[in-house]
């Protein structure tokens, strides 16, 4: 019966690895650039996140300087 | 869990790395990817039994089993699959039996989490900065009607090494498959092959 490799599913070995901190721009799909691999220190402070902009409210029609729209 | 990964290498260099042979008629193209994402096409390496060489594909980062009837339905997470549990199941079972993968990449992300709504990205890569190869399984899905179909494929993670314990505090990180084994993953039979000890 066939042997499934299963011995080769364990954790690599640290020693031949490195690792680093980068941007939380990582995190956002849509940007793909190579410097998305920049190290940045590994105590440096958490950005904020930016704030959301609230949309303006579009004006009812009571709220509109008294013209008449063209249709009505 | 591992759903993030850089692959700068070229079609040219995946060749040479994992000995592919002339890939200039090769009708794939693609990109370097600075951020390969779930439900992405991205290239992956499987053993071609029909000619006996490793080949590549593109195929699509989220295994759907062939019982999936929609994929917009599954709710499954199979972006990734549990090493310890690839015999268990009628979802990876087949896949990691007869349908192993490598899946090329220059390094890998993990997050860090500070707080419940914060996490750090961290980037794991190899000293020498060679590309290397994470264990992924793979599955040819057919829609119900086989109008379409799509090859799709899987990640497999086990527990962390020391590195990347330390660094994040994940409790997963991707099997990586030395370029020694990378024959004994692709292909099945050779372990039948081998003598006896």
């Given amino acids: 019966m066939e042997q499934p490799p299963i011995d080769l599913i364990r954790p690599f070995d640290s020693d031949k690895m490195k690792a680093w901190r980068v941007d939380r721009r990582i995190n956002n799909v849509k940007i793909n650039e190579p410097s998305l691999d920049q190290p940045i220190q590994d105590d440096a402070p958490i950005p904020e996140k930016p704030k959301r902009v609230e949309k303006p409210q579009r004006k009812t029609k009571s709220e509109n300087s008294g013209q008449l729209g063209m249709f009505g | ?197």
């Fill in chain 2, 1 to 197: 869990m591992c759903g993030r990964y850089q692959r700068r290498a070229d079609k040219q260099r995946i060749a040479e790395a994992f000995q592919l042979g002339n890939v200039d008629g090769l009708a794939l193209e693609f990109v370097p990817d600075y951020n390969a994402a779930p439900q992405s096409m991205q290239p992956v390496i499987v053993w071609d039994k029909q000619f006996g060489t490793r080949s590549l594909y593109m195929m699509f980062w989220r295994f759907l089993p062939p019982y999936v009837t929609d994929p917009k339905k599954f709710k499954l997470d199979t972006i990734n699959a549990k090493g310890e549990t690839l015999l268990d199941g009628n979802t990876w079972r087949y896949a990691f039996l007869h349908y192993r993968c490598l899946v090329p990449v220059d390094s890998f992300i993990e997050w860090k989490r500070i707080d419940p709504k914060t996490k750090l990205p961290w980037m794991f890569a190899m000293k020498d900065d060679e590309l290397f190869a994470l264990a992924g399984v793979y599955r040819r899905w057919r829609s119900p009607d086989r109008k379409s179909e799509m090859d799709t494929f899987a990640i497999i993670t086990t527990e962390p090494n020391e590195l990347l314990a330390e660094k994040t505090g994940h409790d997963r990180m991707p099997v990586i498959i030395k370029r020694s084994d990378y024959q004994r993953w692709l292909e099945p039979e050779t372990w039948n092959s081998l003598p006896s000890i």
